[in-house]
């Protein structure tokens, strides 16, 4: 499985963005998703994962309530919808794909994840 990245950029404090990321092959309709970041100086941290069938989300505390994640298997692309932006969300954001079959949950480690984008900028400037 491959992942593509994109719609990060450049944006004030409180606007939204969204992110997509697609991905290559047949089997990403039974793989969980996630979404981390990575912010300078600071380790890789979990940002929202999906289950495979959409029905299970998971989230951060710090993007609870602001961030929403969703998946479109028909067009295998999982989303990350960013509202309400922060300066303290400055970050590559990095898609990844967990490839255990129908995992009824998601997982909110690295290690659990077996695929990775290359990442996309989000800047938020105060």
């Known amino acids: 499985v491959q992942l593509q990245a994109s719609g990060g950029g450049l944006v004030q404090a409180g606007d939204s963005l969204r992110l997509s990321c697609a991905a290559s092959?047949?089997?990403?309709?039974?793989?969980?998703m996630g979404w981390f970041r990575q912010a300078p100086g600071k380790e890789r941290e979990f940002v929202a994962g999906i289950n495979w069938r959409g029905g299970i989300t998971y989230y951060a505390d710090s993007v609870k309530g602001r961030f929403t994640i969703s998946r479109d298997n028909a067009k295998n692309t999982v989303f990350l919808q960013m509202n309400s932006l922060k300066p303290e969300d400055t970050a590559v954001y990095y898609c990844?794909?967990?490839?255990?079959?129908?995992?009824?949950?998601?997982?909110?480690?690295?290690?659990?994840?077996?695929?990775w984008g290359q990442g996309t900028l989000v800047t938020v400037s105060s």
């Open positions: 990844a794909a967990d490839r255990t079959a129908y995992y009824s949950g998601c997982h909110d480690l690295a290690n659990d994840y077996d695929y």
């Open positions: 092959g047949r089997t990403f309709s039974s793989y969980s």
